[in-house]
T-cell receptor, first 111, second 114 residues
Framework: AQSVTQLGSHVSVSEGALVLLRCNYS??????LFWYVQYPNQGLQLLLK??????LVKGINDFEAEFKKSETSFHLTKPSAHMSDAAEYFC?????????FGTGTSLTVIP | NAGVTQTPKFQVLKTGQSMTLQCAQD?????MYWYRQDPGMGLRLIYY???????DKGEVPNGYNVSRLNKREFSLRLESAAPSQTSVYFC?????????????FGDGTRLSIL
């Protein structure tokens, strides 16, 4: 069975600090991986996706994620946090025609 | 561009009442999905439709039914609402039900069952 684990349901960073949100997946074969962001009272928006073309994936708003097969990880990073980055972030894996989402990480940015 | 539109945005029901949540997409996508989002549990798939005319159960289908009315519309029905179905419901669509295609989400329907 496929699954996604997001370590840390809540992460707080200072404005301007590095953002690191962790995601590990379990899969028998390298899957396709996604990061989504959800702002309050909105649906999920795609940040970036890994589809095996390159292990370092760049997304919107300076977010990026690195696929590490040996660690079965797909962690999301951003060099400098902005107040507008405060939101819920979801990692998802897609081994077939379904998506499996992690439980989400709520990011708080401290001014 | 509307993308994925869900109606209604909010609804309060009494236990035992029925209701249909509507979803429509204008992106000519083939696949559509219904999820529920509960605190600490992420999104869980209720039903999906890989293409017009087909529907399949997801992780948590009990208590729900779906109809793929046409390529644009995919509705979710609660026949006899229960308090455990209080949740935020999201509809999503993708070009095709392939693993490398991202899903596009509506803004959700917030449903409370008393």
């Amino acid at each position: 069975a496929q699954s996604v684990t997001q370590l840390g349901s809540h992460v707080s960073v200072s404005e301007g600090a590095l953002v690191l949100l962790r995601c590990n997946y379990s899969s028998s074969v390298p899957p396709y991986l996604f990061w989504y962001v959800q702002y309050p009272n909105q649906g999920l928006q795609l940040l970036l996706k890994y589809t095996s073309a390159a292990t370092l994936v760049k997304g919107i708003n300076d977010f990026e994620a690195e696929f590490k097969k040996s660690e079965t990880s797909f962690h999301l990073t951003k060099p400098s946090a902005h107040m507008s980055d405060a939101a819920e972030y979801f990692c998802a894996v897609s081994p077939g025609n379904q998506f499996y989402f992690g439980t989400g990480t709520s990011l708080t940015v401290i001014p | 561009n509307a993308g994925v539109t869900q109606t209604p945005k909010f609804q309060v029901l009494k236990t035992g009442q029925s209701m249909t949540l509507q979803c429509a997409q204008d992106m000519n996508h083939n696949s559509m999905y219904w999820y529920r989002q509960d605190p600490g549990m992420g999104l869980r798939l209720i039903y999906y439709s890989a293409s017009e005319g087909t529907t399949d159960k997801g992780e948590v289908p009990n208590g729900y039914n779906v109809s793929r009315l046409n390529k644009r519309e995919f509705s979710l029905r609660l026949e006899s609402a229960a308090p455990s179905q209080t949740s935020v419901y999201f509809c999503a669509s993708s070009i095709q039900g392939r693993s490398n295609q991202p899903q596009h989400f509506g803004d959700g329907t917030r449903l409370s069952i008393l």
